[in-house]
Each structure stands twice: as C-alpha cells, then as structure tokens.
C-alpha cells in the first residue's frame, strides 16, 4: 500500500493526525497557510495555535470534557499529553501557556522524520489522499473551491470571543481569589456584583455600540446567513434574553460566596491566560460590542475600573460542512473518496474534539478503523458527523447526552456521570483512569 497522505491545515486536528500517521509509517506532507496568510484570529505562525480561551476545559471524569480527554489518550492521542505539560493553574481545568503549547506541538512535528511540512495555502482539492482539516477559519479560496466541488451543501455561522486585560490593571482590593465550589486551587479570581452594579453593567450591555453584521462580512460571504452558535453567544445578546439570563448562566454566584462568606449578587470570573498570570480573560465575555464600547462596559465590573485589554473582544467567522450530507461513514467525501474530512469543519466544536477528530480519521486511515463503541463520547461524536438528519446537523461538543441511558440509572448526577465514564473506558479496553490521568 502506498502510505503517502497529504494534510490541509497544520491546527489541532491536522496535527493530531499526522503525529498518529507518522508514527504508524506514513509519509506525510503537512500544508499550513500562516504565517504567509494570516487567518482572521490566528495571531502567531506556529501549530496548533489556541485562538480563544487557553482552557482545554476539566480533567475529571465526571465531566463529558474529562471523559473525552481519557477516551482519546486509551486511543494513542498525542496532542493532550504535549498540553499536559503545559499546563497553567485553573482549578480542575487543563488549561496551558498557549505560546509554549504550540511551540511543543511544532516541535514534535519538525522532530518527526515522516512528517514534512510546507508553509503554503492550498487552494484547490489534491488527486492524492488526503486529510482536509483547515478548520473554522478556512480560507476563503479553499471555500470557494468547496463550494464549487459541493455544491451548497455546505452552511456558515459566526460566533465571539473574549477581550483579554493586563494582570497589573486590576484592583485586588476588589475581587478575589476562589474556584467554585473550592473545587480547585483557587486559580480564578472573582469580581463580585452587587445588584444594582449588575443591573447597571447589564443596561450598558443593552445599550453598547455594536459592530454591524456586514463589517465582518468580506465578498465572498457576503449576503450569508448572520447566526450564532449557541455555545459562543455574544454577552450583549444574552443580557438580551432577559435581565437574569447572565446571573443564571456565566455570571452566576453559585458557589462563589465573597470571603466574609456573602453570597454576591452575581460573579464574573477572570482566567488566567499564561503560566506566569500576566494576562487574564473575562470568562464568558464574548462579544460583537466597539471596542470604545467594551473599555467603558467592561470596567463596570468591579475591580476592574482601571482594566488595560490586552485584546478586545472581536466576532469572527465559523465555517462547518453539511457533513451527514457529505461524507461516507469513514469521513471520506462521497464525492471525493480519496479526501477525508476532520476538525471543526466537519462540525465538532471545541479543541479537545477536534484533536479527537483529527486521532480518529488517522485511525481509520492507518488501521482501517470503522467504528467505535457506543459507549464513548468520541464514538458518539463520529455519529453524530455521519448519520445525523442532513436538514438538522448541528457542530457538536462533548456532553453526556450524547451517550446510550444506563441500566439503573443512580439518581445522584455526579454518581451518574461516573458510571457513564466508568462504562466508555471498560468499552475502550482501560479500568484504572483517574481524573487528570492521561496514561489511561
Ligand atoms: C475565533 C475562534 C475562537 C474559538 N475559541 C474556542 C475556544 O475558546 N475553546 C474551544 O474549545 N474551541 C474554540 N473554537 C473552536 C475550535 O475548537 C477551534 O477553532 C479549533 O482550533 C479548531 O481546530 P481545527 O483543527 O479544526 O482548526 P484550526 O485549529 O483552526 O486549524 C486549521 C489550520 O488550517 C490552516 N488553514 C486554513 N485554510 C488553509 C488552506 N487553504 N491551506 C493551508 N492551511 C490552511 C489555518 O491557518 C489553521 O492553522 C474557536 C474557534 C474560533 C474560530
């Protein structure tokens, strides 16, 4: 068999699965665009570059993320082991320095003598096999070729992301240091709301400034549908739902009573950005406010009146392919047999499932792979691209809902999502995985 592959999109599908394939022999020739063209939220030129928050989300068990994280390192996953020793304080989340994770990930792939990697943006579909994981921010002439080899199959949404500020701009007589629940190191700090600070940030959200839709249309998507994904809704347009939407959802003071033991009216939490916390990120901030807009509103938040952004808080492009539609059970096209489709393009949403994307058409291309148990979120995932009705498909991100009921289901939820996590792992072959533990 000839065992040469061509891979579009050196991110973190693309990367996860030349590692695998190089590692099982196979030639492979890596294309990624930057730094020659810079993609709308990519700012540096390495790897597997993190766009938005520096968190891969929690290790536990107990959580889908966690599960996932397991379930992809029992599957020979490479990517989580290099974040692993990366990793910032964050509670119980794996997050990690950005900057050094990529470079980690760059190293391994420059260290890998069956990997060559060439710095050019492919416009068109090659004849060769190859793996397309170009990823949200696809280039434009790429989708231009999509468009034009599928037809309008393919859909498109946009989401936000976050402003980050300078550590030394916050004022630490006003917030304070706690993980919900005390699940954690205390790695997160908290600006805590009275309600009328509340009811004044959640007005000047209502009243902000913001970018007008066609301002982050370019030609060719001009004239395309302006939705949301749910998962990424701009702050403005949640405080649009209703004046306690924030306060029952990334606001909510849950957990995070103040430490004369108050419970605040409602809670922003701050996340630091890098090993050495010179940065932090407003949790759950995403936003399409002007910029002017986002220094007056954003330090309205208590401890934060004197806030430097480091990065203000932007909309970008999402693109996904109509992949039910597209593709046969193996990710390859239907119409294209010989090019295979990972990563967010292919409709999985977050990092962790879209280095798991790029592991499982690796393993379907090395070793025939064809399914996985039904137990696992990651068998689940790779239905859900395949068999979901065309006219509702969806990205997806790691959840139990996805996973077949229990038996005997316990009433008690942590005890539940234990079970459904101890099941997945019997179902890969691995019993002992514990939180954190990546050697599963
Ligand atoms: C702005 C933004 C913020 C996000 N924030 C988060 C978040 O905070 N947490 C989270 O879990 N998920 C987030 N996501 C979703 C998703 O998890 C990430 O985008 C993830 O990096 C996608 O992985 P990927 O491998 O599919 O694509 P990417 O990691 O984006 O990799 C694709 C690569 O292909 C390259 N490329 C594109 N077109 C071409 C071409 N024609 N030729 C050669 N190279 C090309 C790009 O430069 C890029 O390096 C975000 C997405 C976006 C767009």
């Known amino acids: 068999m000839n065992k040469e592959i061509i ?47 520096n968190s891969l989300k929690s290790t536990r068990l107990d959580t889908a993320s966690g599960l996932l994280k397991a379930e992809i390192n029992a599957l020979g996953g490479q990517l989580l082991h290099i974040a692993d020793s990366c990793k910032v304080p964050a509670g119980q989340a794996l997050a990690v320095d950005r900057d050094l994770f990529a470079q980690k990930v760059e190293a391994s792939i420059s260290a890998e003598p069956n990997i060559e990697l060439i710095r050019q943006e492919i416009c068109i579909l090659p004849e060769v096999k190859t793996i397309l994981a170009t990823g949200p921010l696809t280039s434009d002439a790429m989708m231009q070729t999509l468009s034009q080899v599928l037809g309008e199959k393919h859909l498109f949404f946009f989401d936000a992301i976050a402003p980050i500020i300078e550590e030394t701009s916050i004022d630490y007589s006003r917030i304070y240091k706690k993980d919900r629940y005390d699940k954690g190191d205390a790695d997160y700090l908290n600006c805590a709301f009275t309600k009328e600070e509340y009811l004044s940030f959640v007005e000047a959200l209502l009243q902000g400034e913001k970018h007008a839709a066609h301002e982050f249309e370019n030609e060719f998507f001009a004239g395309l549908k302006f939705n949301f994904y749910e998962n990424c809704m701009p702050i403005e347009e949640l405080a649009r739902r209703g004046v306690d939407t924030l306060r029952h959802g990334v606001m909510k003071p849950m957990g995070l009573e103040t430490p004369d033991g108050k419970k605040p009216y409602a809670v922003l939490q701050l996340r630091a950005e890098n090993a050495d916390k010179t940065a932090y990120n407003l949790v759950g901030c995403q936003t399409m406010l002007r910029y002017g807009a986002q220094k007056a509103i954003f330090r309205l938040i208590p401890g934060l009146e004197n806030a430097e952004f480091l990065r203000f808080g932007s909309i970008h492009r999402n693109a996904y392919l109509n992949s039910p539609a597209l593709l046969k059970e193996d990710f390859s096209f239907k119409a294209l047999p010989h090019i295979y489709l990972a990563g967010q393009l292919a409709g999985v949403e977050g990092y962790v499932e879209c280095i798991g994307s790029g592991l499982v058409v690796a393993k379907v291309i090395a070793e025939g792979l064809r399914s996985l148990p039904a137990e696992t979120i990651i068998g689940q995932l790779w239905r859900h691209l395949c068999t979901t009705s065309e006219r509702k498909f969806q990205p997806i991100n790691a959840n139990f809902g996805i996973l077949p009921r229990l038996g005997n289901e316990p009433k008690d939820k942590k005890a539940k999502k234990q079970m459904f996590s101890q099941r997945s792992l019997a179902a890969l072959g691995c019993n002992n995985a514990a939180d954190g533990d990546y050697s599963a």
């Not at 590692?19 to 990624?32: D, F, I, P, Q, R």
């Open 7 to 53: 891979i579009i999109g050196g991110g973190l599908a693309g990367c996860e699965a030349a590692l695998y394939l190089a590692k099982a022999g196979w030639m492979v020739l890596l294309y990624e665009m930057r730094p020659e063209k810079q993609t709308p939220a990519h700012s540096t030129a390495y790897l597997a570059e993190l766009v938005c928050s």
